[in-house]
């Protein structure tokens, strides 16, 4: 690695000159220098708009999804060279997993996701289109499209990989180049995550750049089609959200701040549960995990009052027996802060946190980092603080010590223990531990007012649980008020925080072309070719069959209770039927579907491969005995999918089926899913 890190801008890395020396966390030896030379953004910009934004757009969701999936594999094979340079920050092997394998963990849930849940093209249909007209001539629907400008990532210190991959996934996913500003304190870890992905090729240009140091007037220069999203203190997101420019210009700000995070211990549990320990290890493991320096991390430890001395004496005990020093060293389980700066931040906190609250573990007990140099790094003893009238004391609530330290407080009912959560006025993240589904299901609801995201932790829960502090990328992570009110991941939600919802109006057939979407009502195409026959290239939007019709007589009926053993009242007992809304025996909805799969299949062996499933399933009107029922299949959606190994070359198809009665009313409506065989294959 160079001493003097650079920056990735307009496709070529600049930097020579060394300026701000970057320590590491260990032993106080510099790592790096951040680079002297000064930015020009205005190129950066440029280059993100013109070259970054034709070449993903060059591409469509499912192109950049399979661009994910390579990349993280390409990551993962080079894990090793992050790993060396991670402990740098403080980190031990294990905080370094959740940094380094989380990000390339979250590139593949959203290269699963993009290829899963987003269309082929650039342009996500939001339907279904709502009739706005008697005749059906007129309709409307909502589309989803890239916006045409650039993200600027903004990341904290703590996750210098993480924080970068779980910002790039969702945003290049929905194909809008991004300019990546990583913590200065850690940029380092970040420079050579972004020079791997560069050297892998496998970056559209100008899809990525990062930026070492300060951003100067980059966020002066941004218009009405990008968007600022950031992670770190709430001091800063409340400067940047109120930026002249990200006002005037209705630019979208997401932002992910520090929250004061709680843990409840609900009151049916005693010491001799199951579920008393659980809440003191996963107390234990967000005070240590990353020496505490997780913006999730439990801030706040609500307990009954009856039970505080037994936490505190389990926790004391889990502290005293945790290992901290240099994360190189053999059973060290905590390493460093991430900086002297956080290490003299994180003191002047808990000073103040000390002020009318008790320390009942900290320094004073025997605190001695392992390793050599250890007193030039930034190491903080964990320290517990005990706050005897939480709901009377500012401080606990307001104040976060990024470090190892959380705060008991106690509480004499549930809704008290609400209320001193609720104080935290908006975190990221909460946990309730307790056996009893009754207070979660008092509780929770409540809770979700203040919170991002809500953990129930029981012992059937523990053996899988993936813990308090871990988002998730298919579950949002972000929360209201104090953490910031924004949202990242939640699987493909926050694709969509870069996409431009619009509303489109038009005949159904304008709609189809718009969205790339049969729609209701447009105008289809017959031929004598059935589309079952048809390559998935040569299948066109639209392609449509009207079937022949079928009488649907009582021996139907019976025969299908007889194959299927469903010998419900309605199609069997004609007084009870007479007594229902629909007056008579009627058909079972199943052999509507299935007569009609036997209208419009073509039987013979062709380019349909498998029929795996059907979506939005409707059974509209009654089918009675005597009815006389058709179908009409046509073409909605496909999805071009990159072949797989071992796999023949296909595509997803997904069919919109009407089912309707001799007067034309409709019976039945769905959509039949359907992996059909590429030309060559
Ligand atoms: P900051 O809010 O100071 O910094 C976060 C990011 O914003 C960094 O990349 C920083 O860059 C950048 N930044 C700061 N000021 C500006 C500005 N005016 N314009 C553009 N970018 C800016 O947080 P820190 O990382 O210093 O951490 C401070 C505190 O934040 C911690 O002690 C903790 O309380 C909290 N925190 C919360 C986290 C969370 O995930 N919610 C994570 C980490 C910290 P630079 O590093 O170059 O200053």
């Not at 549990?269 to 320990?277: C, H, I």
């Not at 926050?494 to 304008?510: C, D, E, F, I, W």
């Not at 299927?564 to 008579?584: C, L, R, V, W």
């Not at 089926?657 to 959509?671: G, I, R």
């Amino acid at each position: 690695m160079s001493t003097v890190l650079q920056s990735y801008i307009g496709g070529r890395w600049v930097g020579a000159q060394p300026a701000q020396a970057l320590a590491s966390a260990i032993d106080g030896r510099v790592v790096a220098h951040t680079h002297a030379e000064r930015l020009d953004f205005g190129e950066a910009l440029a280059h993100a708009r013109t070259a970054g934004v034709r070449a993903l757009l060059a591409l469509d969701f499912q192109q950049r999804a399979q661009r994910l999936r390579a990349l993280a594999a390409w990551l993962t094979e080079r894990k090793e060279q992050l790993y060396a340079l991670s402990h740098h920050t403080g980190a031990t092997r294990h905080d370094g997993w959740i940094d380094i394998e989380g990000g390339t963990g979250t590139l593949y849930a959203y290269a699963g996701m993009g290829a899963n849940e987003l269309p082929s093209g650039n342009v996500v249909h939001e339907g279904p289109a709502v009739p706005l007209g008697k005749q059906g001539r007129f309709a409307g629907t909502h589309i989803l499209v890239p916006r045409r400008g650039v993200v600027v990532h903004i990341n904290a210190f703590n996750f210098p990989v993480w924080g970068l991959l779980e910002k790039f996934a969702p945003s290049f996913l929905a194909g809008m180049p991004c300019i990546a500003k990583p913590a200065t304190a850690t940029s380092y870890l970040t420079e050579a995550a972004v020079r791997l992905m560069t050297e892998s090729g496998l970056l559209p240009e100008g899809s990525l750049q990062l930026v070492i140091g300060g951003t100067g007037d980059l966020l002066d220069r941004l218009d009405g089609q990008d968007v600022v999203t950031f992670t770190g203190s709430a001091d800063t997101a409340a400067t940047l959200r109120a930026h002249p420019n990200v006002l005037r210009q209705g630019i979208p700000f997401n932002a992910e701040a520090d929250s004061l995070n709680c843990a409840i211990l609900a009151s049916d549990v005693t010491p001799d549960d199951e579920e008393f320990d659980l809440f003191v290890k996963e107390v234990h493991r967000e005070m240590t995990v990353k020496a505490g320096q997780k913006c999730t991390a439990i801030r706040r430890a609500i307990v009954p009052r009856r039970l505080v001395d037994a936490v505190a004496s389990k926790l004391r005990e889990r502290l005293a027996k945790t290992v901290v020093g240099d994360p190189s060293i053999e059973g060290v389980r905590m390493g460093a802060l991430a900086s002297k700066a956080q290490q003299r931040d994180v003191a002047e906190r808990v000073a103040e946190l000390a002020r009318g609250n008790r320390i009942v573990y900290g320094e004073a007990d025997g605190f001695a980092p392992k390793g050599e140099r250890t007193g030039d790094g930034a190491f903080f003893a964990p320290t517990l603080l005990l706050c005897e009238r939480p709901l009377e004391t500012a401080s606990v609530h307001d104040v976060e010590a990024f470090g190892p330290v959380s705060t008991l407080m106690p509480y004499d009912e549930l809704d008290e223990a609400l209320a001193i959560a609720a104080r935290g006025k908006g975190s990221l993240v909460g946990t309730l531990v307790t056996k009893d589904p009754a207070v979660a299901a008092k509780a929770i609801p409540f809770a979700a007012a203040w919170h991002g995201r809500l953990l129930v932790l029981d012992r059937e829960a523990a053996a899988e649980s993936t813990g308090h502090g871990s988002p998730l990328p298919m579950l949002k992570h972000g929360g209201p008020g104090r953490a910031g009110g924004g949202e990242e991941l939640g699987g493909v939600r926050a694709v969509k925080h870069y996409l431009q919802r619009a509303a489109v109006q038009g005949s159904p057939t304008m709609l189809a072309a718009v969205t790339g979407e049969y729609v209701r009502g447009a105008k289809v195409q017959e031929s004598e070719v059935h589309p079952f026959r048809r390559h998935f290239e040569d299948l066109q939007i639209g392609d449509s069959l009207l079937t022949h019709r079928r009488t649907v007589s009582e021996a139907d009926i019976v025969a299908f209770g007889g194959i299927s053993g469903d010998f419900f009242y309605m199609h069997f007992d004609e007084i009870a039927a007479k007594e229902t809304q629909f007056g008579q025996r009627i058909a079972h909805g199943y052999f509507v579907l299935s007569a009609a799969a036997g209208l419009f299949v073509s039987p013979g062996p062709g380019p349909v491969l498998a029929n795996y499933g059907l979506d939005t399933l409707r059974f509209v009107k009654p089918v009675g005995i005597g009815d006389t029922i058709r179908a009409r299949l046509t073409c909605k959606r496909k999805i071009d999918r990159p072949t797989k190994k071992d796999q023949a070359p296909q595509g997803v198809v997904a069919w919109d089926v009407q089912v309707t009665n001799q007067h034309d009313e409709l019976v039945a409506s769905y959509d039949i899913l359907t992996l059909v065989a590429k030309r060559g294959a």
